[in-house]
């Protein structure tokens, strides 16, 4: 135990690094400053999209080419980040570009079904074992409300138990429990990983259960890997009571040729996706047993309806496509977890080397570092984490030319090199030596 006075001091010292670590940062960046201050005329803080928010002002970034990206003030950076696993394919992949062109040259906002669309529909309901029908949305948050209205529907059942932390889009959000802006279906909420409190809350709910909603690896509440036994006593309760099994791997997708599903070998019984899938462009879909998916069927007299003017859209339909069968077939998909699996393991042998309570978990090409020590298996393990180390972590990596997220998360994209990954650890080790003194200790 470190005694108070140590404490305090630590504080104080962590206080005055990251003052400075944003003093450096605001100095080195008039532009993004200028940019924001533009932006907060017309936007509430100058922001259209939460997690990009940082203090002392968040970076605008001018330009990005294959896994470099240039902020507005010419500072380079490797884009750790991947759009959040969207970007897999980096800023500007020439078969991207290509598929784009193609969409392109075929015109825009067809107005009606186009060429690509069931071709790409195939190919996703190919890849993925627990899909055998598929439909696109625009965004995951879409692919998970229709999911879960399809669950409420399909039922007639109004309860849907989620998870502490977990996140299924700015709409239904359980960080700290939920959110005022969460759509008003009745949630309850478990620990994750803790199958007896979650079985005995579906028992409980179980004449009123709809669906059982989670991410097999929770990857906003920071890269929390499921058990295997937490996801089969999920698909066994889910049984036992009628409720439905849903999977958001709308970030998870890509950790195997067919999901975390794939890996573990348990199918839910709807699946949602997104990001990365449809190449970089606005996607998302949700699918899953063909007799649920059939309530959909136009043909049908009593079909649920289902809109989007861009759900078909051209150039998600045919870059979509194109990443999934020519850029990321199994063989690539394998390859970059294994790259993201060994990053992890350098990660955390420098942590450990140096003897701090410093961690990174995940599983392939998603990882997430965290300032504590201690196994994670829920967000309620996070509580000890500083939010001022996470920060000084996120500034000093810009520092050192590596954009991670805020909050410690890393994607790797395809066109991130190995030597820009070996640089990255190296610079990871030097971090933990250079602040080893405001580090909490293993
Ligand atoms: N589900 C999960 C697990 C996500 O990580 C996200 C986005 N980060 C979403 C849903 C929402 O996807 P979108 O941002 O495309 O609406």
Same mark, same amino acid.
């Given at each position: 135990?470190?005694?108070?006075?140590?404490?305090?001091?630590?504080?104080?010292?962590?206080?005055?690094?990251?003052?400075?670590?944003?003093? /450096?940062?605001?100095?080195?960046?008039?532009?993004?400053?200028?940019?924001?201050?533009?932006? %907060?005329?017309?936007?509430?803080?100058?922001?259209?999209?939460?997690?990009?928010?940082?203090?002392?002002?968040?970076?605008?970034?001018?330009?990005?080419?294959?896994?470099?990206?240039?902020?507005?003030?010419? /500072?380079?950076?490797?884009?750790?980040?991947?759009?959040? %696993?969207?970007?897999?394919?980096?800023?500007?992949? &020439?078969?991207?570009?290509?598929?784009?062109?193609?969409?392109?040259?075929?015109?825009?906002?067809?107005? #009606?079904?186009?060429?690509?669309?069931?071709? @790409?529909?195939?190919?996703?309901?190919?890849?993925?074992?627990?899909?055998?029908?598929?439909?696109? %949305?625009?965004?995951?948050?879409?692919?998970?409300?229709?999911?879960?209205?399809?669950?409420?529907?399909? %039922?007639?059942?109004?309860?849907?138990?989620?998870?502490?932390?977990?996140?299924?889009?700015?709409?239904?959000?359980?960080?700290?429990?939920?959110?005022?802006?969460?759509?008003?279906?009745?949630?309850?909420? #478990?620990?994750?990983?803790?199958?007896?409190?979650?079985?005995?809350?579906?028992?409980?709910?179980?004449?009123?259960? #709809?669906?059982?909603?989670?991410?097999? !690896?929770?990857?906003?509440?920071?890269?929390?890997?499921?058990?295997?036994?937490?996801?089969?006593?999920?698909?066994?309760?889910?049984?036992?009571?009628?409720?439905?099994?849903? *999977?958001?791997?709308?970030?998870? +997708?890509?950790?195997?040729? +067919?999901?975390?599903?794939?890996?573990?070998?348990?199918?839910?019984?709807?699946?949602?996706?997104?990001?990365?899938?449809?190449?970089?462009?606005?996607?998302?879909?949700?699918?899953?047993?063909?007799?649920? !998916?059939?309530?959909?069927?136009?043909?049908?007299?009593?079909?649920?309806?289902?809109?989007?003017?861009?759900?078909?859209?051209?150039?998600?339909?045919?870059?979509?496509?194109?990443? /999934?069968?020519?850029?990321?077939?199994?063989?690539?998909? +394998?390859?970059?977890?294994?790259?993201?699996?060994?990053?992890?393991?350098?990660?955390?042998?420098?942590?450990?080397?140096?003897?701090?309570?410093?961690? #990174?978990?995940?599983?392939?090409?998603?990882?997430?570092?965290? &300032?504590?020590?201690?196994?994670?298996? +829920?967000?309620?393990?996070?509580?000890?984490?500083?939010?001022?180390?996470?920060?000084?972590?996120?500034?000093? !990596?810009?520092?050192?030319?590596?954009?991670?997220?805020?909050?410690? @998360?890393?994607?790797?994209?395809? !066109?991130?090199?190995?030597?820009?990954?070996?640089? *990255?650890?190296?610079? *990871?080790?030097?971090?933990?030596?250079?602040?080893?003194?405001?580090?909490?200790?293993?």
């Amino acid at each position: 135990m470190m005694s108070a006075t140590a404490a305090s001091l630590q504080n104080s010292d962590l206080d005055a690094v990251l003052t400075e670590a944003k003093e /450096i940062f605001t100095r080195r960046r008039p532009e993004s400053l200028a940019r924001h201050v533009e932006a %907060t005329a017309v936007m509430p803080g100058g922001n259209t999209r939460s997690v990009l928010f940082h203090g002392p002002f968040p970076m605008a970034v001018a330009r990005g080419e294959g896994a470099t990206i240039w902020d507005a003030d010419g /500072i380079r950076y490797t884009n750790l980040i991947g759009e959040y %696993t969207a970007g897999l394919f980096g800023h500007s992949h &020439p078969a991207i570009r290509a598929a784009i062109q193609r969409a392109l040259d075929t015109g825009l906002n067809l107005s #009606a079904h186009n060429l690509f669309e069931a071709k @790409f529909a195939r190919a996703v309901v190919d890849r993925f074992n627990a899909l055998e029908s598929v439909r696109f %949305t625009n965004s995951g948050t879409e692919a998970n409300l229709m999911a879960v209205a399809t669950a409420t529907a399909s %039922t007639g059942r109004k309860t849907v138990l989620v998870f502490h932390a977990g996140y299924h889009g700015g709409l239904m959000t359980f960080a700290g429990g939920g959110s005022p802006v969460n759509v008003p279906h009745r949630f309850v909420l #478990a620990q994750y990983n803790d199958i007896d409190g979650a079985v005995a809350l579906a028992r409980e709910n179980a004449a009123d259960l #709809a669906a059982i909603l989670l991410e097999p !690896m929770q990857g906003g509440a920071g890269c929390i890997p499921a058990t295997r036994e937490f996801l089969a006593a999920l698909r066994a309760v889910a049984d036992e009571t009628g409720a439905l099994l849903i *999977f958001d791997e709308v970030m998870t +997708s890509r950790l195997s040729p +067919s999901g975390l599903h794939g890996i573990h070998g348990i199918n839910p019984d709807l699946l949602t996706l997104g990001k990365y899938i449809g190449g970089g462009m606005s996607f998302g879909a949700f699918g899953g047993r063909a007799d649920l !998916m059939e309530m959909y069927d136009p043909r049908r007299p009593d079909a649920l309806p289902h809109a989007g003017t861009f759900n078909n859209n051209t150039l998600t339909m045919s870059a979509g496509l194109t990443a /999934i069968t020519e850029l990321f077939p199994p063989e690539a998909c +394998s390859a970059l977890n294994a790259r993201g699996d060994a990053l992890r393991t350098r990660l955390n042998e420098a942590a450990q080397k140096a003897g701090l309570a410093v961690q #990174a978990t995940g599983i392939g090409s998603m990882i997430n570092v965290h &300032p504590v020590g201690g196994t994670i298996r +829920s967000a309620a393990d996070l509580k000890n984490a500083d939010p001022r180390l996470r920060d000084l972590l996120f500034l000093d !990596m810009l520092e050192r030319g590596f954009y991670m997220a805020r909050r410690g @998360f890393v994607a790797l994209s395809l !066109m991130v090199t190995q030597a820009e990954l070996d640089a *990255f650890a190296d610079a *990871f080790a030097d971090w933990l030596d250079a602040r080893s003194a405001v580090l909490p200790r293993a």
